[in-house]
């Protein structure tokens, strides 16, 4: 069986004609007498629609306008009485594949004109179903890449945590040898997160810095310090040698893609707010608000510990300390958060 073929045409003679021509030829069709049984006989299985221009009720135009309006994409092809070529220009303007001059005399003509308008019916569906396949396909692999990134976000986080943990482990063994750094680091961690909630900094802010702090000082693990633990002032050279950790520290994280902010808060955390600090000499707006709070914090519990060169300083004498050097080394205002947090809970601390 050929193709699916709807004609219309209210003139019998020429209709049954045509269907007579279309059925010798093996195709499947459909007469109807006007341009209305065209719109409720139509569907998508038809390949090709022949219409006539003049027809009762709704005319061959008013025909194709309704059946562009449903977007089925079947080629219509017009038939047109011999000195109407003005009705075949209006016709091609509005969509139709081709139109076709009656009465037909020509049978093997009209139906390679009627092949034609078929063959561009299959391209059609084809192009559809190709479309439909495509956006089928676009579909699918956008939501397995959805999942595969998922996934990765997962593994990313697992891994980040796992290392974030597996570091935190080792600084905190390796302070804990040491009686004058023990607690350090969790006690900077601890007071840089109180003076980050007062001033109301963002929760992702929030976690750099609890990063930041963690690993602050994560560049003496590598260096000789035992020259902290010795009575006494320490030495020009034993200075410069302590001055490293933060320039250590960084390199140390720098292969931490995730942690590359921390990296920087962490080489700058001796820096001071007029620019006379290590390892950069940067200062004002070069630092980054993160590497000032964590320069109060770790300086106030600098302070407060005990060293065999000097004493510890009491929470008052600290904070004290801390609005002495404040607008030369530390940011004002946060000094004056710090201080309201520490001196409001000096129990907590040391005095």
Not at 13 to 37: P, W, Y
Not at 226 to 238: A, F, Y
Not at 243 to 254: L, Q, T, Y
Not at 317 to 345: H, K, M, N, T, Y
Request: proline share 3%; net charge negative.
């Amino acid at each position: 069986m050929g193709s699916k073929i709807l004609i219309a045409d209210d003139d019998d003679l020429v209709r049954t004609a045509i269907f007579k021509i279309l059925t010798m030829f093996n195709h499947d069709v459909t007469a109807v007498q006007s341009g209305r049984e065209v719109l409720e006989q139509i569907s998508e299985d038809y390949d090709v629609i022949v219409l006539d221009i003049n027809m009762p009720d709704l005319d061959g135009f008013e025909t194709l306008e309704h059946l562009n309006a449903i977007k089925l994409d079947i080629p219509v092809l017009f038939l047109t009485g011999a000195g109407s070529m003005d009705y075949a220009v209006k016709a091609i303007n509005l969509g139709a594949y081709d139109f076709i001059t009656k009465p037909i005399e020509d049978i093997e003509f009209f139906h390679v004109k009627v092949r034609r308008a078929i063959e561009k019916r299959t391209f059609l569906r084809h192009e559809k179903l190709y479309k439909q396949n495509l956006e089928s396909e676009v579909k699918a692999k956008t939501r397995e890449l959805a999942a595969k990134n998922i996934l990765l976000e997962q593994y990313s986080d697992h891994l980040e945590k796992a290392t974030v943990q597996i570091m935190s482990s080792l600084q905190a063994a390796m302070e804990e040898k040491d009686g004058y750094t023990a607690g350090h680091t969790r006690r900077v961690t601890e007071l840089s997160m109180l003076l980050g909630e007062a001033i109301n900094l963002p929760e992702d802010e929030q976690v750099v810095l609890r990063r930041a702090a963690q690993f602050h000082d994560i560049g003496k693990l590598v260096i000789d310090l035992s020259c902290i633990q010795k009575p006494g002032k320490l030495t020009p050279e034993e200075w410069e040698l302590i001055k490293k950790h933060p320039e250590v520290g960084a390199n140390i994280i720098e292969p931490l893609q995730f942690m590359e902010r921390e990296r920087n808060i962490i080489r700058h955390h001796h820096e001071k707010l007029d620019g006379s600090g290590y390892p950069d000499g940067i200062g004002g707006n070069e630092l980054d608000m993160l590497a000032r709070i964590l320069t109060v914090a770790d300086s106030f519990d600098a302070m407060t510990s005990r060293r065999n060169y000097r004493r510890n300083l009491s929470t008052v004498e600290a904070v004290a300390e801390l609005r002495r050097c404040a607008e030369s080394q530390f940011d004002p205002e946060l000094v004056e958060a710090f201080a309201g947090i520490v001196l409001s809970a000096r129990s907590l601390y040391k005095q």
